[in-house]
């Protein structure tokens, strides 16, 4: 630190192991051990400058792509998205790092020998004496330890892919689910389900048998020079077959293009990550035990499906339980008084989910996404006023500043990393199976799930979602996970120019093809779309859709009710201060329980109602109405209300209104809002 | 991931190497390729497993703090600070995991052999055809290989000090910049910069030397079985001789103890780091390039002298510059209209400035604080409202979670690290040493500046500085930074106690000891303190005591006198949307260059006046007080204000009061405290 322009010192200086003995690489300095002291602190001074000067190169790329960001936002510039633009920057500083920086050190070859055992992680090395650990930081490929050898810098920009599952996605997937639109998301989840479920399993499964025969195909032409097995090519499947939600979301929430193309999209593409990341370790599970076994095998793929239920079961609860209890934590204390130490309660309890998931074997994706839907549906009624604020400020930042940053990287590890291996028949066959597994995936199962839907979903949309299925960070960091082999890197490669290419196309091409499907844009993502305008409607050309909505809501009705009443009834006045007292929902011999458990704010203001809830509360207000009067009669436009239908939902509902106009006094502005919510699904039934 | 049960596989296999050839562990399993492959990703599998469980163990440990800590709070608990709490929770991990957790390996002893040269940063293996890289981990003492060999979790919770220093320290400093009570410290900033610097160069001589002795009387006694240099003794004098702003600020804080007090120490603490981290890098560059001369030597100790100068303004600049070209963006780009890319670009830069000083060879530490300094003064008021307050809770929240890790890491490290070396002499010594070391920087440095100060400080002060010099962060991450040696790592292990003394006795033991040497607490921080119930002036029981504070104020006036005008009349117009045109400051021969950076806002509103500006004001309310009338007749007691002063002072001001008035009608109630704030000083001449 003392002297920063001292020279540099030979960094990475080789050991070399033959089968007969120890050969060092030569090394200048003297020999005493004062100087041998001196020179390992400078060493480790060197080091540490050479960490902040990676760690600051990552810094200011995100500074340069915010800025450019503000621009193009200033400007209205829509060609490129943001995130395309950070891969940009990346590249470019990718390419400076590479070709621009010197060598440090130039040694003899590494001496070749062998030895039949398989590396170990640890090395513990004696050396005059004293003892030295090593750990294994990865297999080089032969051609590329020269470079290795030469650039100490491009080492040092290389993260290691833990980052990026430990401390980079968990903040962008409890960011989705904790601002989730709820309502519209459970409005169409049976689709959503069967998209990212069902589809992405198709998805994955044309992918990987696809790939297979491209493989094949290397093979024949000899173009491949190592081993590529079946479940390389089903992982390879399970990989690439995550759409991302980044930047969809990004788009679609600045446009407020149609809500419920919206939901479908980005449920599925959260969703899908999730699936994607169960089916991948499935896979990695499901390989053979045996040798010589990389081929199907039926029981092994059901066992495959029994370990991707229980990992999801598993990693949802999870999540839930987490978000349970720090429900419960910030109920039953009162850390509301003292908001900072509750944000960093409610900071770390969503971060440990993750991390408690991975440390049982779940996904921590899966259980932070619905970690963070429990938490905005329960723990976020017991916060404090600056607690919410504050929790949603602090994980939009975090989200921005790690999605930016994973998508820099993945720009400058075009030319960073050192293990890419760019086979064109792979790569081109690679873009033609994510085009006919997202074909295969969306047109099939829309057809599908359009027999069922009364809401149909129009061709519009399904072009629009064939056409929106970018793969973004949850891709790359599968596929980073492990280079370890040829085929690994291979599929690494790849999946970095799908990334790339799906990204700068995609995300440019959202808006030209939103408007070119007439696709409505504009509208409030928090409001039901106003029936008077609905382009989605006039399109289908269908007098009757309203109708069908409506029965689309009753549909939908049946999985909600049972949970709706349970959530109403007993998880809200459990886990949070709002809801019916427990005393007056529960059976009487559990009197003493309900008590206990029940806030003695519910009792002073059981009208406590907050935003979440009357999100929940217009569910309850469709529900009701579809088990009142199935049968309707009017169309799409507004008109007045009816007393009845009115009365009909107001009879479920009698104490949340109650409370609201209770609470006019306290917060009119938002009253207001809430009551034009609570009023419009009404109006279709007028 | 996907079978989470499965049986651990022995992951730490040792590759020894003998003289004459290579003798490899024993290893069960499989000899065909695929096996292997398949044994790499369990074994990957299991790596990020215990990835996850580390971490876990941290985020559970800060859970469980903040639990705690809000229990405390709660229930009015003095006794143990926060911080005492999370080092005892610490500890408590550390045992089990020291004794708890089952070894996961237990292999043959490490073969010796004996190798001239030192070892390197990367080994390069070549294991059956293929290359793998190892790094260097470290040095482990030839007692506790055992240790290593057989709990792979404990070397798992050892983090690397580069987290310390490029990822916890960073925000901690920060934040204490960025919410630094600007009057009080610029008040007492004469006598501050006399304790952190010239205080703790003292501290460090005299710790050094004593331990010197205590390291000479060691080897008298045969205790010392490895060589211990007088450098080394010097440098452990800068890594103890640095008090921590952490407790301090937290206790002061929340008791609102006496303003000057706590400027006091909360300066001298902040500053201290700096200062602290500049000597030992200093000692270190100053550590002899040649063999046997770790002696004192004078020629190298000025060139020490101009290193840390040199480091000191470098690092000091470098906060500055990034300060204010941050301020620069924040004005003349829109940026403010997207308040997230906005405080994720605040964000960043603050980092950076810390990473690109230690990239260039100062002190981030030095660099991060006098940013947050500048970004206080400066950028804050470009932000938006949203992200002020965002960026002010994001460095909260984040600052107290760094704090609380560490606390939590200091007290896991006392059982979890491997290379402990306790020496009791060299631990009492120690006490022994810092007691005296702080009593000779506190209480002639005292002296000497009440020679200089009117407002004398009074020995109640000069006690409770002396009882509050406890060690924390910056000693412990100074300490860990280089434990590479034997005398390193008897330091480590002394810093470690040291720090767990002071925090527990003197965090828990600062409230009694505050009302023992009656120090009034209860005071608005934000306020001047009301003259009618200073205990500290009747204490001193000085009749003309407020005199004494006014000619103070005119004292540290002409420091500032200059200082003020500058940043008022060209700094703030050039940085910010307030302040008078530059326009009208400026020569009219800069006419063009004062239109372009005067922003538009500022002919539209000259009244723009922030709160961080009222600060100041009120500073030039007292500047100009005290030009007005030097001889002072009234006492400390409360009167009406009188007319002519209240003019006075608002010739000066006239401007800024209207701002006031005018926004009345948008804030009342923040303009109200302004006001009286604005009113108070002005008590002091009534």
Redesign the interface.
């Known amino acids: 630190?003392?002297?920063?322009?001292r020279r540099r010192l030979p960094?990475?200086?080789?050991?070399?192991?033959a089968?007969?003995?120890?050969r060092?690489?030569e090394?200048s300095g003297?020999s005493?051990s004062?100087?041998?002291?001196?020179?390992?602190?400078k060493?480790?001074?060197e080091?540490?400058?050479q960490?902040?000067?990676s760690?600051?190169t990552f810094?200011?790329l995100?500074?340069l792509t915010?800025?450019t960001?503000?621009?193009f936002?200033?400007r209205r510039v829509r060609f490129l998205h943001e995130t395309g633009l950070a891969m940009i920057y990346g590249l470019i500083v990718g390419v400076i790092l590479r070709y621009g920086t010197p060598s440090t050190s130039g040694h003899d070859k590494?001496?070749?020998?062998?030895?039949?055992?398989?590396?170990?992680?640890?090395?513990?090395?004696?050396?005059?004496?004293?003892?030295?650990?090593?750990?294994?930081?990865?297999?080089?490929?032969?051609g590329k330890?020269h470079n290795?050898e030469q650039n100490d810098m491009l080492r040092k920009v290389t993260f290691d892919p833990?980052v990026f599952?430990?401390i980079l996605l968990p903040p962008i997937i409890f960011h989705a689910g904790y601002s989730l639109k709820k309502r519209h998301f459970f409005r169409n989840l049976g689709s959503i389900l069967a998209y990212a479920f069902l589809g992405t399993a198709v998805s994955c499964f044309i992918i990987g048998n696809l790939m297979y025969g491209v493989v094949k195909l290397m093979k024949l032409v000899g173009q491949l020079s190592d081993k590529f097995y079946y479940t390389d090519c089903l992982l390879f499947g399970a990989i690439i077959s995550a759409t991302d939600p980044v930047t969809v979301l990004a788009i679609f929430n600045e446009l407020h293009a149609d809500v419920d193309l919206y939901a479908l999209l980005f449920g599925e593409s959260v969703l899908n990550d999730a699936v994607a990341i169960v089916l991948s370790?499935?896979i990695?599970?499901y390989?053979?035990?045996?040798?010589?076994t990389?081929a199907f095998d039926a029981a092994a793929f059901f066992k495959s499906v029994g370990?991707f239920l229980g990992?999801f079961s598993g990693s949802f609860m999870m999540g839930a339980v987490t978000g349970v209890v720090t429900a419960l934590?910030t109920k039953f204390?009162?850390?509301h008084?003292?908001p900072?130490?509750e944000?960093?309660?409610f900071?770390?309890?969503s971060?440990?989910t993750f991390?408690?998931a991975?440390?049982?074997?779940?996904?921590?994706v899966v259980a932070v996404l619905f970690c963070g839907i429990t938490q905005a549906h329960y723990t976020y009624n017991n916060l404090s006023v600056e607690s919410r604020?504050?929790t949603k400020?602090?994980f939009?930042?975090l989200h921005?500043?790690a999605e930016?940053f994973i998508f820099s990287y993945m720009g400058l590890a075009l030319f960073t990393f050192q293990k890419h291996i760019f086979s064109p028949v792979f790569i081109i066959g690679a873009f033609v199976a994510i085009f006919l597994g997202r074909a295969a995936h969306i047109y099939p199962l829309s057809f599908l799930l359009n027999l069922g839907r009364r809401h149909k979903i129009s061709w519009s949309f399904q072009h629009m979602m064939m056409f929106s299925g970018l793969r973004g960070a949850m891709a790359f960091a599968l596929a980073i996970r492990?280079t370890?082999?040829y085929s690994h890197q291979m599929m690494f490669s790849t999946t970095l120019l799908i990334v790339f290419f799906t990204v700068w196309i995609v995300g440019g091409g959202t808006t030209p093809m939103l408007s070119w499907l007439n696709i409505r844009v504009g509208v409030d993502p928090d409001q039901d779309p106003p029936p008077t305008n609905d382009s989605f409607q006039v399109l289908q050309g269908d007098g009757q859709d309203s109708a069908r909505r409506n029965r689309t809501k009753q549909e939908s009705a049946w999985l909600f009710r049972l949970w709706y009443s349970f959530d109403h009834n007993y998880l809200k006045p459990i886990l949070t201060h709002s809801g019916p007292p427990l005393t007056t929902t529960l059976p009487s011999w559990c009197g003493l329980i309900a008590r206990c458990l029940t806030s003695p704010q519910v009792y002073d203001n059981q009208e406590q109602l907050r935003e979440e809830d009357s999100d929940f509360i217009l569910n309850d207000g469709d529900l009701t109405v579809t088990y009142g009067d199935t049968t309707i009669t009017a169309n799409g436009s507004s008109g007045p209300h009816t007393a009845t239908t009115n009365l009909d939902s107001r009879r479920k509902k009698s104490s949340s209104e109650e409370a609201l106009e209770r609470d006019l006094g306290a917060a009119d502005h938002e009253v207001t809002s809430r009551g034009t919510r609570l009023v419009f699904p009404l109006e279709y039934n007028a």
């Open positions: 630190m003392a002297e920063p322009l960094l990475l200086l080789l050991l070399l192991l089968a007969g003995g120890l060092a690489a090394r003297g005493s004062a100087m041998e002291e001196l020179a390992t602190e060493e480790a001074e080091s540490h400058r960490d902040s000067v760690l600051l810094i200011l995100l500074t915010i800025l960001i503000w621009l936002k200033h590494p001496f070749s020998c062998s030895q039949e055992d398989r590396p170990f992680t640890t090395l513990l090395v004696n050396v005059s004496g004293k003892f030295f650990e090593y750990t294994l930081k990865g297999e080089i490929s032969p330890i290795v833990e599952f430990n370790s499935s990695v599970a390989q053979p035990t045996g040798e010589n990389h370990v990992i934590v204390t009162k850390l008084c003292f900072l130490l944000t960093a309660l900071f770390l309890m971060w440990s991390l408690l991975e440390a049982c074997g779940f996904t921590g604020s504050r400020q602090l939009e930042v921005f500043l930016n492990d370890a082999t």
